[in-house]
């Protein structure tokens, strides 16, 4: 906590109302705060012998010790049993919740237990209020954050984070909207709120920081890092286009998933890329609270709702990933329709990533006979019919058809029941990012503790890495994700990871009086990153060679044809390099 060397953590049981205050020194010595903190606190009370949906498995938010004090650390870290894997689960937020929990005066906040009704939570600094939420059930994450906005003040340092229908009917990726255009995504965090009959979490920091005792130190600083995040090229593709700029270049090197990563490429590329949005539908630019880079891309979008020519216009934001799940994976090339889909999955409740992999899976299964459309309410899926992924969408969030329930527990469970495994878009029980680069994309994924592309920089190792040597991969996936531990135990924005080396990260320490040399925070992400590996492997998880679908092995990547005795190998070096740790 800022200005004391505890970790303060609000703990509350929906069960029994029971609502605590802990302060943690032995926290805030070893693992500073951020995903440290996070996995600590769910390995010590993490039940390995219960389902992810039981009432009694936690729910963890950390921030960091340098949350909202400065730029970019912007980021809320959520740990969970996760409800799509069974293993370990991990998400991370921007928005305005890590500022609204830093000036409420907690360091991470602890969900246990079930509500007896629908409930959301209200965190007003030292008041904490359960109340009901009967009158939300079934609303969608925007109606929902319209009517808590109406009863809950605060505006300015205040967060809203709420589920949609699709948690609360136990879609197993349910996601966690954050103050409408920010996401705990992957895993499905939605649904583990849903069984707990939360359906949101608002909280209001009123508190005042005073300044570190050495503010000359901090403010000179904070300017160095501020210059060095606007006045230099570090940050500013995120500004400018965003991550959307890496459509045409991933789709030129034939590294853009497509049709169920049935290719490489996409045709309709030019017309679904950042340049193009950004000359079309690109409104707005918004930041989360603490950053001034401003990533965070808008679209206008006209929806029609009614015949007559009649629309409405809506926000809908959109970036790399989201554009390759609901468009080119799915061979929808056009960018209106990409963002009602998006704006679909988005209201439902959805991360978009899982459910664009688990509609290019059943789209497949379809072709192929493995499915049929009246398992689907009569949807005919077909790729580039955005029409028919919309009805399916809402099939899926509702899960009022025999294949919608099953695309709801996740493409790996709909093609273990239907057949199909060989063609699912997934590896470590969950859709892949939207890259095609090579093994270190694959292994990365596999082996990343989130199953993620954010885990480490195996994309683009594929890209860069010379010599391209199977020991030369592991070592840098293993290193880079013990070093964005370090970072994200500071909750620094990935985005600014360039920005934050591990020198940078001491300096800023030091300005406000926590002493971490350079040596001892990598020391401490390696000590992090082992007791996650610990935490995942308790928890289930084993990597394997066998949960790499035939299809990565079929379609091209730019570092050639994937060899499955290579996958082997590189996990079996992965797994030498752990026996030494």
Not at 158 to 165: D, M, N, Y
Request: aromatic share 8%; charged share 25%; net charge negative.
């Amino acid at each position: 906590m800022l200005n004391h060397d505890v970790i303060r953590i609000l703990h509350v049981d929906l069960g029994t109302g029971e609502q605590r205050v802990e302060d943690r020194e032995d926290l805030f010595r070893d693992v500073l705060g951020g995903t440290g903190v996070a996995v600590r606190l769910l390995d010590e009370m993490v039940d390995a012998g219960e389902d992810a949906l039981h009432p009694a498995q936690p729910v963890i938010l950390a921030i960091g010790p340098l949350t909202t004090i400065f730029p970019v650390v912007t980021k809320t870290v959520a740990t969970f049993r996760s409800p799509l894997t069974g293993e370990y689960g991990e998400s991370h937020a921007g928005g305005h919740l890590a500022s609204a929990l830093r000036y409420a005066g907690y360091d991470a906040l602890v969900l246990r237990g079930r509500a007896s009704r629908p409930v959301y939570l209200v965190v007003d600094g030292k008041e904490v209020e359960i109340r009901g939420a009967e009158a939300m059930v079934g609303m969608d994450t925007s109606e929902t954050g319209r009517v808590i906005r109406d009863r809950v003040e605060g505006a300015g340092h205040r967060s809203i984070i709420r589920i949609g229908p699709a948690a609360e009917e136990g879609v197993r990726y349910a996601n966690v909207n954050v103050d409408t255009f920010r996401h705990f995504g992957r895993l499905g965090l939605g649904a583990v709120l849903a069984s707990k009959n939360l359906k949101a979490v608002a909280v209001i920091g009123r508190k005042h920081l005073a300044l570190p005792a050495d503010h000359r130190l901090y403010k000179k600083t904070y300017a160095e890092i501020y210059d060095r995040v606007l006045h230099t090229d570090a940050m500013i593709k995120y500004h400018e286009l965003g991550t959307a700029s890496n459509v045409i270049p991933l789709n030129e090197l034939g590294a853009l998933p497509s049709f169920n990563l049935r290719q490489g490429f996409f045709g309709e590329a030019d017309e679904i890329s950042g340049e193009g949005f950004a000359e079309g539908e690109l409104t707005t630019k918004r930041a989360c609270a603490g950053c001034q880079i401003g990533c965070i891309h808008v679209a206008s979008y006209r929806r029609p709702f009614a015949p007559g020519y009649e629309y409405e216009s809506t926000l809908v934001a959109y970036d790399h990933e989201l554009i390759y799940a609901a468009g080119s994976l799915l061979g929808v090339g056009n960018r209106g329709e990409v963002l009602r889909l998006l704006e679909d999955m988005d209201l439902a409740g959805m991360d978009t990533i899982s459910c664009g992999t688990a509609l290019a899976w059943a789209t497949e299964a379809m072709e192929r006979g493995l499915v049929r459309p009246e398992q689907l309410g009569g949807v005919c899926l077909r790729f580039g019919d955005a029409e028919g992924y919309a009805r399916a969408i809402a099939s899926i969030a509702r899960r009022d058809s025999e294949l919608g329930h099953w695309l709801g527990e996740g493409e790996v469970a709909a093609a273990r029941h239907y057949g199909g495994l060989d063609f699912v878009a997934a590896v470590g029980g969950q859709g892949i990012a939207g890259y095609w680069t090579g093994y270190g994309h694959v292994v990365g994924h596999l082996l990343g503790a989130r199953h993620s592309h954010l885990d480490n920089a195996g994309y683009a190792l594929d890209q860069k890495l010379e010599p391209y040597t199977d020991e030369a991969l592991i070592e840098r996936l293993v290193a880079d994700e013990a070093e964005r531990i370090t970072q994200t135990c500071v909750a620094i924005c990935l985005f600014a990871r360039g920005v934050y080396d591990l020198e940078t990260i001491s300096q800023a320490l030091a300005s406000v009086g926590i002493r971490r040399s350079p040596d001892e925070l990598l020391a401490m992400g390696r000590r992090i990153y082992d007791e996650r590996v610990r935490l995942r492997e308790r928890l289930g998880f084993r990597a394997s060679a066998g949960d790499v679908p035939r299809r990565f092995f079929e379609t091209p990547t730019p570092r050639g044809q994937l060899q499955p005795e290579r996958v082997a190998n590189l996990l079996a070096l992965y797994e030498q390099k752990r026996g030494q740790t």
